[in-house]
């Protein structure tokens, strides 16, 4: 009977690690920040259209953000140089507590989605206006509550040495879609966002811990009755 619950447990998957993601989905939206160029700083909101035809709105925590920068080049220190004209991008300024009340969020206007990410930078290491921990990828719910968070610095950082206009995805793939806006937090900037509104079935934990429960309690009746 141990060995059984033993199988019945091992067979309960672990979710948690499935919902961050260094990958775009197949068949994702998508919006780059072509569609504003040459945008002055702003709070917003700014509404910006995905090549599906879906509203986003974005918005920053300061007023030195962007949602269709391309006037000048963004230094990354480390990791490098996003260059002036080279394309526009979405970004938000560093603060005097290192970026942690810096951030700019997407929110979906259209329908909520249950994946989303984009393609990131930062500066690496720490300074007066920005420090690197303070980066992460957060999922809000419709009242603006969070859904998910993770701090790049430890989920995955992003290393691109002196490189130009480099980048890499970071995002939040869940099993329903509930996610109503995404929130890049820190000084970072963004070159596209991607997001999808398809769901795949994942059994809840409750769902297997259940089964098990159920399978352990048969295997006991059933050596009673011995």
Same mark, same amino acid.
């Given at each position: 009977?141990?060995?059984?619950?033993?199988?019945?447990?091992?067979?309960?998957?672990?979710?948690?690690?499935?919902?961050?993601?260094?990958?775009?989905?197949?068949?994702?939206?998508?919006?780059?920040?072509?569609?504003?160029?040459?945008?002055?700083?702003?709070?917003?909101?700014?509404?910006?259209?995905?090549?599906?035809?879906?509203?986003?709105?974005?918005?920053?925590?300061?007023?030195?953000?962007?949602?269709?920068?391309?006037?000048?080049?963004?230094?990354?220190?480390?990791?490098?140089?996003?260059?002036?004209?080279?394309?526009?991008?979405?970004?938000?300024?560093?603060?005097?507590?290192?970026?942690?009340?810096?951030?700019?969020?997407?929110?979906?206007?259209?329908?909520?989605?249950?994946?989303?990410?984009?393609?990131?930078?930062?500066? @690496? *290491?720490?300074?007066?206006?920005?420090?690197? +921990?303070?980066? /992460?990828?957060? !999922?809000? #719910?419709?009242?603006?509550?969070? $859904?998910?968070?993770?701090?790049?610095?430890?989920?995955?950082?992003?290393?691109? @040495? *002196?490189?130009?206009?480099?980048?890499?995805? +970071?995002?939040? /793939?869940?099993? !329903?879609? #509930?996610?109503?806006?995404?929130? $890049?937090?820190?000084?970072?900037?963004?070159?596209?966002?991607?997001?999808?509104?398809?769901?795949?079935?994942?059994?809840?934990?409750?769902?297997?811990?259940?089964?098990?429960?159920?399978?352990?309690?048969?295997?006991? $009746?059933?050596?009673?009755?011995?």
């Amino acid at each position: 009977m141990l060995r059984i619950i033993s199988l019945a447990i091992a067979l309960v998957p672990a979710i948690a690690s499935a919902t961050f993601t260094t990958q775009p989905t197949q068949g994702a939206k998508s919006i780059t920040f072509d569609e504003h160029p040459n945008q002055e700083v702003t709070l917003g909101p700014v509404t910006l259209t995905a090549d599906s035809g879906s509203l986003v709105s974005f918005t920053a925590t300061n007023q030195f953000g962007s949602a269709g920068f391309s006037g000048v080049g963004y230094g990354l220190g480390d990791n490098g140089t996003w260059l002036n004209g080279a394309y526009s991008f979405a970004w938000v300024n560093g603060s005097e507590d290192g970026g942690y009340s810096s951030g700019m969020t997407f929110t979906f206007m259209s329908a909520p989605v249950s994946f989303v990410g984009g393609l990131i930078n930062y500066i @690496p *290491g720490e300074g007066v206006y920005h420090d690197a +921990r303070a980066v /992460s990828i957060i !999922a809000l #719910d419709s009242n603006g509550g969070i $859904i998910e968070s993770y701090g790049l610095e430890e989920a995955a950082p992003i290393r691109t @040495p *002196g490189q130009l206009n480099a980048g890499e995805f +970071r995002g939040i /793939s869940r099993s !329903a879609a #509930d996610i109503y806006a995404f929130r $890049i937090q820190g000084a970072a900037v963004v070159r596209s966002i991607a997001f999808s509104s398809s769901t795949s079935p994942v059994p809840e934990p409750t769902t297997w811990a259940m089964f098990a429960c159920g399978l352990a309690g048969l295997c006991l $009746i059933n050596r009673v009755k011995r």
